[in-house]
């Protein structure tokens, strides 16, 4: 199995950027640690401010990888061009939230991209992305 995890605008801060919101890890570490706990699937890693180099790396792994677990940041809310994207390939998309995004401000409780996705995982922290390698995992050990 080879999954890519792609992370949205501002994510880059993460373990910086509001830390009462999104913790104190950086996702680098994070993403170590995900590494190690999946030591039998492939685990890459993206991320990008650029909605343009998003939709581009989606493009690049839509059709060669088995899944993707994205989380789109402020992009999920405003980005049709991701969830056209999203659907033109053909491995599973699943969406993913550090916050609950339906106790934030408004505009956050609609998603874009959600129709064009497996699934939407939201509201625990940094183990959001945990749990979308785990659904994309059962969701492929089905296909």
């Known amino acids: 199995m080879n999954f890519l995890i792609i992370n949205g605008p501002n994510l880059n801060l993460l373990g910086t950027r509001e830390k009462s919101i999104y913790g104190e890890l950086s996702f680098e570490i994070y993403f170590e640690q995900l590494r190690a706990l999946y030591s039998k699937v492939e685990l890459e890693y993206f991320q990008s401010n650029i909605e343009g180099e998003l939709i581009n790396e989606i493009h690049r792994v839509g059709f060669s990888y088995d899944g993707i ?73 089905k296909r």
């Not at 969406?95 to 874009?112: D, F, G, L, P």
């Open 69 to 141: 677990v994205l989380n789109a940041g402020a992009y999920t809310h405003t980005s049709l061009a991701l969830a056209d994207a999203i659907s033109a390939i053909n491995i599973p998309v699943l969406e993913v939230h550090i916050s609950n995004v339906h106790k934030r401000e408004e505009i956050r409780h609609a998603t874009m991209i959600g129709k064009a996705c497996l699934g939407t995982i939201s509201g625990f922290g940094l183990d959001s992305y945990r749990l979308g390698i785990e659904g994309l995992l059962n969701y492929c050990d």
